[in-house]
């Protein structure tokens, strides 16, 4: 009796392997620049990130504070007027940092920065100083900040469609939106957006 040879078991154990779902490591992109442009800087890592296919995260160096002022944005349209615009997936771990901008006027009457009217509401007062907002989110990403803190932006967010933004642990003060006043949020969500605010302390978020 001649005997057949399975052939059948090990086709199917490697298809079995071949369907196996790949698990893919987040690639780090470290921040080591107090500039926000240049090598190690805040704005190439999120370019790297945006790059690379795939979930990633960026890792600033502990306490490192980042002058904001520098940082390249689209336009000044307040949707778009941010120092970061975010493609993929992604983390940013803070690791009690600071994005420091700068944020001053003049009113007509010599009065620094006052803070009980909007700039923008006298044209006679001088904009000394403004730095963009934060963060913007393309549609459908996913994105966590952890252990940041913001220092004299425009504004916080913008989360657009489908997208989901996560703030832990966030350290927000002086968050004044010059640039357009009442017309802006802290934070704009898009139709079916998430956000999520654990453990955030705010202080000085106005948009009068």
Do not use: H
Not at 57 to 73: E, F, H, M, R, W
């Amino acid at each position: 009796m001649k005997r057949i040879k399975n052939k059948v078991l090990p086709a199917l154990f490697w298809l079995s392997v071949c369907a196996m779902p790949i698990e893919t490591m987040a690639d780090t992109f470290v921040v080591s620049s107090s500039q926000c442009t240049g090598s190690g800087s805040f704005s190439e890592a999120v370019s790297q990130a945006n790059a690379n296919t795939g979930p990633d995260v960026i890792s600033i160096n502990p306490g490192l504070i980042i002058d904001a002022n520098g940082c390249p944005y689209e336009s000044l349209d307040p949707k778009d007027y941010f120092l970061s615009v975010v493609t993929d997936d992604l983390t940013i771990e803070g690791n009690n940092a600071q994005l420091k901008g700068s944020i001053s006027w003049v009113t007509s009457s010599g009065n620094v920065t006052p803070l009980e009217v909007c700039p923008r509401s006298d044209p006679k007062t001088l904009v000394i100083s403004q730095t963009p907002g934060f963060i913007k989110l393309a549609p459908g990403v996913d994105v966590v900040v952890e252990d940041l803190r913001l220092f004299e932006l425009n504004t916080i967010a913008n989360v657009q469609e489908q997208a989901s933004l996560t703030l832990d642990n966030i350290d927000a003060e002086r968050i004044l939106t010059i640039l357009s006043c009442t017309s802006t949020p802290a934070i704009r969500a898009g139709e079916g957006a998430s956000v999520t605010i654990r453990d955030n302390t705010w202080n000085q978020v106005l948009n009068w």
